[in-house]
């Protein structure tokens, strides 16, 4: 959608994912396993 509107995006920083908080402790370029509570929230919408 950037690159449509001939802009660039050279960085992105996410924070939240639907409704769960990325945990501050996760590095740049790392992941996490969701666990049940987490992949409910996700499900539900």
Excluded: T
């Excluded at 690159?3 to 402790?25: D, F, I, K, T, Y």
Aim: aromatic share 4%; net charge neutral; hydrophobic share 45%.
């Amino acid at each position: 959608m950037i690159a449509a509107m001939g802009n660039r995006c050279e960085a992105l920083h996410r924070e939240r994912v639907g409704g769960l908080a990325l945990p501050e402790a996760l590095a740049p370029g790392a992941w996490k396993w969701l666990d049940e509570n987490e992949l409910g929230s996700l499900r539900k919408g």
